[in-house]
């Protein structure tokens, strides 16, 4: 079993900044594939960035050239810099983990969830 704990959501305004991270248990996090999800009010949730155990990155494209996913395997931890905000990235924000170190952009793919966090943007 994976815990991964999620922090950093904010509101911002517009144009705006912000990083999310997302730390997990065990001592075998560097070889986990790492994703970060987005749910609005009313939809389903959204995938939006994944990296691989070599870095290796993929994001949806409404969000390509403005966030960045990132990972320090010496704190377990995995990142999302969020900059150039845009009101419709508001929504909670997941981090998940698969342990087999596949490549998914799909929510049935993680086995393991954060609790989520926050981010809204104003206009």
């Known amino acids: 079993q994976v815990a991964l704990v999620t922090s950093g959501g904010g509101l911002v305004q517009a144009g705006g900044s912000l990083r999310l991270s997302c730390a997990a248990s065990?001592?075998?996090?560097?070889?986990?594939?790492m994703g970060w999800f987005r749910q609005a009010p009313g939809k389903e949730r959204e995938f939006v960035a994944t990296?691989?155990?070599?870095?290796?990155?993929y994001y949806v494209d409404s969000v390509k050239g403005r966030f960045t996913i990132s990972r320090d395997n010496a704190k377990n931890t995995v990142y999302l810099q969020m900059n150039s905000l845009k009101p419709e990235d508001t929504a909670v924000y997941y981090c998940?983990?698969?342990?087999?170190?596949?490549?998914?952009?799909?929510?049935?793919?993680?086995?393991?969830w954060g609790q989520g966090t926050q981010v809204t943007v104003s206009s």
């Open positions: 065990g001592d075998t996090f560097r070889i986990y594939t």
């Open positions: 998940a983990a698969d342990r087999l170190g596949r490549v998914g952009t799909t929510t049935e793919f993680y086995t393991y």
């Open positions: 990296i691989s155990p070599i870095s290796s990155t």
